[in-house]
T-cell receptor, first 113, second 115 residues
Framework: GNSVTQMEGPVTLSEEAFLTINCTYT??????LFWYVQYPGEGLQLLLK?????DKGSNKGFEATYRKETTSFHLEKGSVQVSDSAVYFC????????????FGSGTRLSIRP | EAGVTQFPSHSVIEKGQTVTLRCDPI?????LYWYRRVMGKEIKFLLH????????ESGMPNNRFLAERTGGTYSTLKVQPAELEDSGVYFC?????????????FGPGTRLTVT
């Protein structure tokens, strides 16, 4: 079945550090891939997405590239800020089950000033 | 424009009691979804409404869970009787239509604790 595996947290970094959160997926067909973020006290927000191989999604300084050969969609940011502290979820959906988003377990990120 | 709202934000109940969670989708969104995150694990799909009809309820864990969307506006999710393993965060989402190109907008979630 379809699934998403992402690195476990918590991840703690200093401000301006480089961030990578790993995400790999298993899916039949060609899924769309997403990163969602949940800031404290708020709902899940779509951070970025990519719908086909080699696409790069980007938003707020975050980037992730859809790698079909390695079935990965790692999230990166060159210089994190305290305001990036949140829980990040990697996710996918497929054409055949487009109403269901399949999520990873989430990675809590804390940024120290 | 108001986002997806959920009520209550937190609920603490005893095992065996009943709890009803409410979700108000974004106005005009015919599609409404319920998800939950248990024990800090992955967020799992529960069900999907199109207007007042259940399009997909394959993720509902058992018959203690009952979701309704009378009139195709807000939705309720009732857990009766609640068990300890039902503790978690219940998220609601809505979208204008469904399919990969339509973003699902999520609410802040209801944290349910069953003691």
């Amino acid at each position: 079945g379809n699934s998403v595996t992402q690195m476990e947290g918590p991840v703690t970094l200093s401000e301006e550090a480089f961030l990578t959160i790993n995400c790999t997926y298993t899916a039949t067909g060609y899924p769309s891939l997403f990163w969602y973020v949940q800031y404290p006290g708020e709902g899940l927000q779509l951070l970025l997405k990519a719908t086909k191989a080699d696409d790069k999604g980007s938003n707020k300084g975050f980037e992730a590239t859809y790698r079909k050969e390695t079935t990965s969609f790692h999230l990166e940011k060159g210089s994190v800020q305290v305001s990036d502290s949140a829980v990040y979820f990697c996710a996918l959906s497929t054409y055949s089950s487009a109403s269901k988003i399949i999520f990873g377990s989430g990675t809590r990120l804390s940024i120290r000033p | 424009e108001a986002g997806v709202t959920q009520f209550p934000s937190h609920s603490v109940i005893e095992k065996g009691q009943t709890v009803t969670l409410r979700c108000d989708p974004i106005s005009g969104h015919d599609n409404l979804y319920w998800y939950r995150r248990v024990m800090g694990k992955e967020i799992k799909f529960l069900l999907h409404f199109v207007k007042e009809s259940k399009q997909d309820e394959s993720g509902m864990p058992n018959n203690r869970f009952l979701a309704e969307r009378t009139g195709g506006t807000y939705s309720t999710l009732k857990v009766q009787p609640a068990e300890l393993e039902d503790s978690g965060v219940y998220f609601c989402a809505s979208s204008q239509a469904f399919g990969e190109t339509y973003e699902q907008y999520f609410g802040p979630g209801t944290r349910l604790t069953v003691t």
